[in-house]
T-cell receptor
């Protein structure tokens, strides 16, 4: 079974631009979560989508948004980029069949975003 | 407000020794406590997880100890190996809305196991 795939792996943008990151979950998984990882703040939860609906949201400004498609693939968008948005953005999917498996989040390798 | 506090920030252990990483949480609604391992250039990978109705869980060389009254949990790595050198994150979630997809992570512990 293929793992969680995130594209692109690396991105360089300038302040004020916007960016879209993509995540393809493990086949059959319906939940996709996004996290931001920085050296200073660590791993922070952005939002979670389940069956095309946002189920949970972290404490990030409205510049950060996401969506999920009917095939469970997800995108996140950051508008009006700031220098502080430079980070590794991680996507995780979950949704195994049994109660234990459905809690396990499988992470992709992330998209490294640099804002200049 | 940091909801999950992790210590130490870094840890150096000799091969064969025991590595111990501690976490404390504040939100009593948390009901799922996983530990993740991350190698450079990779995403975090689940090591082991526990629910608050159990005080200890062991999988191979990895053990979680959980103290509900103290709101603390810890990861023990027995017989630590150089291949265990990685960053370890504790996390917690509350299952709100039927989801465990909103993990709150500790800041991480960088473990180095010396040969």
């Amino acid at each position: 079974k293929a793992g969680v795939t995130q594209t692109p792996r690396y991105l360089i943008k300038t302040r004020g631009q916007q960016v879209t990151l993509s995540c393809s979950p493990i086949s059959g998984h319906r939940s996709v979560s996004w996290y931001q990882q920085t050296p200073g703040q660590g791993l922070q939860f952005l939002f979670e989508y389940f069956s095309e609906t946002q189920r949970n949201k972290g404490n990030f400004p409205g510049r950060f948004s996401g969506r999920q498609f009917s095939n469970s693939r997800s995108e996140m968008n950051v508008s009006t980029l700031e220098l502080g948005d430079s980070a590794l953005y991680l996507c995780a999917s979950s949704g195994g069949v049994d109660n234990q498996a459905k809690n396990i989040q499988y992470f992709g390798a992330g998209t490294r975003l640099s804002v200049l | 407000q940091q909801q999950v506090k992790q210590s130490p920030q870094s840890l150096i252990v000799q091969k064969g020794g025991i590595s111990i990483i501690n976490c404390a949480y504040e939100n009593t609604a948390f009901d799922y406590f996983p530990w993740y391992q991350q190698f450079p250039g990779k995403g975090p990978a689940l090591l082991i997880a526990i629910r608050p109705d159990v005080s200890e869980k062991k999988e191979g060389r990895f053990t979680i100890s959980f103290n509900k009254s103290a709101k603390q949990f810890s990861l023990h790595i027995m017989d630590s190996q150089p291949g265990d050198s990685a960053t370890y994150f504790c996390a917690a979630s509350s299952g709100y809305g039927g989801s465990q997809g909103n993990l709150i992570f500790g800041k991480g512990t960088k473990l180095s196991v010396k040969p």
